[in-house]
């Protein structure tokens, strides 16, 4: 296949692709060339139904003229602006935003590039504080197993998935509670599972009790996996998270990457839960991903105990792209049109309802053991082949693609997390063809 950029054709010998197996999609490339609404093109014109906001981040779907205006805008006012020791205006009005939309007293914003960085700097953050509290021997992370946190050193200590894991090894100190995914109580369940919640969080008091609430700093937590499988947590599982952290002085970090901005029918799924962390980190859908942009929202208590210790700079750690004007002004715009598209809560509404009815209804499908999710976010798991675990869902992704529906692949499942501005005649686009690549991967 001879491809062109720019009306020139292009090598495929020099970009080493992230998260991708380079040397087959050499051979059978799987490019985009642009995109509008729900729908990317190829460069042969063909649609591609956009299942997946892009990579779990465009929430407002593509081609938005406003954010484009605005990045527009705000490049030719004013293109960059060093991070440390100076400021721009738009970086405070976005963090005065975004404050008032979040949760509880999560009042204070430090601007990263990415979900990845976020992560790393949720850390250090909580590192901080303890330092501060007297507390230095707190240094022990508890995470889970089938996380992701990113793919910095800290974000695969963090994270819980094996090849990652594997790949790196781990650099800090971290240990890791079992998953929240037990098929054989809550298969096939739409929302949060019935069975194991308390049971599955007080695990938490038998790692407290082996390493001593003394060591550790925080536990960290996606409120839904998302690259694990797109895991919900059983009913009560996030309290008494909360419960036990408050009752050992343990800091407790929402990683919101992918669940926040809209993606759970609350602009944040701590909203959802009722659950408020001291830390939340996000990204992705902070600009629906048209600049890259993250951020670490803390509570009031711990910023205070941060700056209560130094006259000087608080925090040694920071990025030169932090709170970007670009990025800004494009979140700005996304904000904006989050609120007047009335989206924040769209996936808890009908087309959510009928994007998990659809799901449900696949369980009919080859080899399906599982169907689960909640509002604009969800998964179908398959029973391994044999002699071949992990195959089925990179080869539905690439049927999927000759179908025209872009969906992730996640070892034995396929995700979906569409943008939030998907109509019902989507999801029936995607239960058609989804249906027709897996009786091609399967029949």
């Known amino acids: 296949m001879t491809a062109y950029s720019r009306n020139k054709p292009i090598s495929f010998d020099n970009h080493w692709m992230p998260f991708t197996a380079n040397q087959d999609f050499a051979q059978n490339p799987r490019l985009v060339q642009s995109a509008k609404g729900m729908h990317y093109l190829t460069p042969e014109g063909e649609e591609i139904l956009d299942m997946t906001a892009g990579l779990?981040?465009?929430?407002l779907g593509h081609g938005r003229d406003e954010i484009a205006d605005a990045v527009h805008g705000q490049f030719k006012e004013l293109d960059f602006a060093p991070s440390f020791n100076f400021g721009h205006p738009l970086s405070?009005?976005?963090?005065?935003?975004?404050?008032?939309?979040?949760?509880?007293?999560?009042?204070?914003?430090?601007?990263?590039?990415?979900?990845?960085?976020?992560?790393?700097?949720?850390?250090?953050?909580?590192?901080?504080?303890?330092?501060?509290?007297?507390?230095?021997?707190?240094?022990?992370?508890?995470?889970?197993?089938?996380?992701y946190h990113g793919v910095n050193f800290c974000g695969v200590s963090l994270g819980g998935l094996t090849a990652n894991r594997r790949a790196f090894g781990q650099w800090l100190p971290v240990d890791h509670l079992n998953s929240t995914h037990d098929l054989s109580r809550n298969s096939f369940t739409i929302g949060q599972p019935e069975y194991g919640g308390a049971d599955m969080a007080n695990e938490l008091e038998n790692l407290i009790a082996f390493h001593d609430a003394s060591t550790i700093a925080a536990v960290i937590v996606e409120p839904i996996?998302?690259?694990?499988?797109?895991?919900?947590?059983?009913?009560?599982?996030?309290?008494?998270?909360?419960?036990?952290?408050?009752?050992?002085?343990?800091?407790?970090?929402?990683?919101?990457?992918?669940?926040?901005?809209?993606?759970?029918?609350?602009?944040?799924a701590a909203e959802t839960f009722g659950v408020v962390p001291d830390i939340?980190?996000?990204a992705k859908g902070i600009t629906s991903a048209t600049v890259p942009m993250g951020a670490v929202a803390c509570r009031d208590f711990i910023k205070e105990a941060v700056f209560s210790t130094?006259?000087?700079?608080?925090?040694?750690?920071?990025?030169?792209?932090?709170?970007?004007?670009?990025?800004c002004a494009a979140s700005l715009a996304a904000l904006d049109i989050y609120d007047r598209e009335n989206l924040w809560d769209r996936a808890s509404g009908p087309v959510g309802d009928k994007l998990q009815e659809a799901l449900q209804s696949l369980k009919d499908l080859p080899r399906v053991i599982d169907a689960r999710g909640m509002a604009f976010i969800g998964a179908i798991?398959?029973?391994?082949?044999?002699?071949?675990?992990?195959?089925?869902?990179?080869?539905?992704?690439?049927?999927?693609?000759?179908?025209?529906?872009?969906?992730?692949?996640?070892?034995?499942?396929?995700?979906?997390?569409?943008?939030?501005?998907?109509?019902e005649a989507h999801i029936e686009r995607f239960v058609d063809g989804f249906r027709k690549a897996v009786k091609v991967v399967l029949d």
């Open 56 to 59: 779990w981040c465009c929430n």
């Open 92 to 147: 405070f009005e976005l963090s005065e935003r975004l404050a008032k939309m979040l949760p509880g007293d999560l009042n204070n914003l430090f601007f990263t590039n990415s979900g990845s960085e976020s992560a790393d700097t949720a850390i250090k953050i909580a590192y901080a504080y303890h330092d501060a509290k007297g507390d230095t021997g707190r240094k022990r992370i508890i995470s889970r197993q089938r996380a």
């Open 225 to 268: 996996a998302g690259a694990g499988g797109v895991l919900l947590p059983p009913k009560g599982y996030l309290k008494r998270l909360r419960e036990i952290c408050d009752q050992h002085g343990i800091l407790l970090i929402f990683d919101e990457v992918i669940t926040g901005f809209g993606r759970t029918g609350k602009a944040f």
């Open 280 to 282: 939340m980190t996000m």
């Open 310 to 327: 130094s006259q000087g700079i608080e925090f040694f750690h920071g990025y030169t792209y932090s709170a970007h004007p670009l990025a």
């Open 381 to 423: 798991e398959f029973e391994p082949l044999e002699g071949k675990p992990g195959a089925i869902g990179a080869a539905l992704l690439k049927e999927c693609w000759n179908q025209g529906i872009m969906i992730r692949g996640l070892g034995d499942a396929i995700a979906v997390s569409p943008p939030l501005i998907m109509e």
